[in-house]
């Protein structure tokens, strides 16, 4: 068995493929729609991981409550917080908290895409 993807749910599927895509650099591999789940869906990557974007075409979407500690949450590695978080911010993109070093020596910060999903940004200490 191997794990093959990660998905969540979103209001507006194509401004949530503009989301990932512009600021966190997933490519877009495929849009679809399902008549009979009622749902169109879009599958996104980044470093061969796979993403999944689903919209329900109902308007069945409650967005989900923001509250520490944060979960769930996806999380995605930088090699450089400072200038991750910078382009968030020059992006207008909320923060959740500012980045936070661990006795370990790594750094993360929270921030929330268009409908609240929380994701992560993580430096690992070298």
């Known amino acids: 068995m191997k794990y093959d993807h990660t998905a969540v749910q979103v209001s507006d599927i194509d401004a949530s493929i503009e989301f990932y895509t512009t600021n966190l650099g997933l ?5 679809e729609v399902s008549d009979s789940l009622h749902i169109k869906f879009a599958f996104l990557e980044i ?5 999944e974007l689903i919209e329900d075409l109902r308007g069945n979407f409650k967005k989900p409550q923001l509250s520490a500690p944060f ?6 590695e930088v090699d450089d917080m400072d ?24 750094i993360f910060v929270y921030f929330k895409d268009p409908d609240n999903n929380v ?3 993580i430096q690992w200490k070298d």
């Open 27 to 31: 490519t877009l591999k495929s849009v």
């Open 47 to 51: 470093n061969g991981s796979k993403f």
């Open 71 to 76: 979960c769930p949450h996806f999380c995605f």
């Open 83 to 106: 200038t991750a978080v910078k382009q968030l911010r020059d992006a207008g993109i909320e923060l959740l908290s500012e980045p936070t070093a661990c006795v370990a020596g790594e």
């Open 119 to 121: 994701l992560e940004f």
